[in-house]
């Protein structure tokens, strides 16, 4: 168990919390000015992309991600965690991931895969499972939060279940297409994980 360092300041965690609220507001917008264009349960978040507005709500949803899980890590580190451990590995990846799919957006449905696309899909596979695998090893050696294990357990199991149900895409007539369903149900769980890292920081910083 990581030792708490005197001078824990937990002040970092409000903006965290801050920015994963304000996240939701635009790709909640979007879910709900394009019913009827886009269907939540066949296309993916990264499918606003292509209605108006889109590129400039999805990246302030991304990069406010980003920067509030920036600012939980920094949380984190001041509450005892290694600086340069795997966890602080993991929780870059995934924030570099969300800053790289903005500079990357996927490919319009039913288009054959560019460069951009391809660098979309890597950098999402790698944030869905960095976030997951961090949020686990936090619940195992520096917070040993039971809540926090089963999201980050639950979220891993969604982010296999997602990128499995790409097959129906990737051949056509082998199943009904659903990753859409299953990438906000993933989406969902991360954000839990968030939440709770957020919390148990605080708590742990209040406690130290």
């Known amino acids: 168990m990581a030792r ?12 965290a919390v801050v920015g994963l609220v304000l996240s939701l507001f635009p790709v909640g917008y979007l879910h709900v000015s394009s019913v009827g264009e ?9 499918d606003y992309v292509f209605v108006d507005d889109g590129a400039g709500l999805l990246a302030v949803t991304a990069l406010s991600l980003a920067a509030s899980s920036a600012a939980l890590l920094v949380a984190l580190v001041r509450s005892g965690l290694p600086r340069w451990g795997p966890v602080a590995v993991l929780l870059g990846l995934w924030s570099a991931g969300l800053a790289v ?29 960095a976030l997951p695998a961090a949020g686990w090893l936090v619940s195992r050696t520096f917070i040993g939060s039971v809540v926090l294990r089963r999201f980050s357990v ?3 199991i969604a982010s296999v279940v997602f990128m499995l149900s790409h097959a129906a895409v990737l051949f ?7 990753l859409g369903l299953f990438e906000r149900v993933l989406f969902a769980l991360l954000y839990c994980v968030l939440f709770v890292l957020a919390v148990a920081a605080a708590r742990r910083g209040v406690a130290s």
Do not use: Q
Request: avoid cysteine.
């Open 4 to 15: 708490i360092r005197g001078d824990v300041r937990p002040a970092v965690v409000p903006p």
């Open 38 to 46: 886009l269907s939540p349960i066949t296309h993916t978040v990264s």
């Open 101 to 129: 799919a903005v500079v990357f957006p996927t490919d319009p449905v039913g288009e054959p895969t560019s460069f951009a696309g391809a660098v979309h899909r890597y950098a999402g596979a790698v944030m869905f499972a």
């Open 154 to 156: 639950a979220a891993g």
């Open 172 to 178: 056509p007539g082998s199943g009904a297409v659903v």
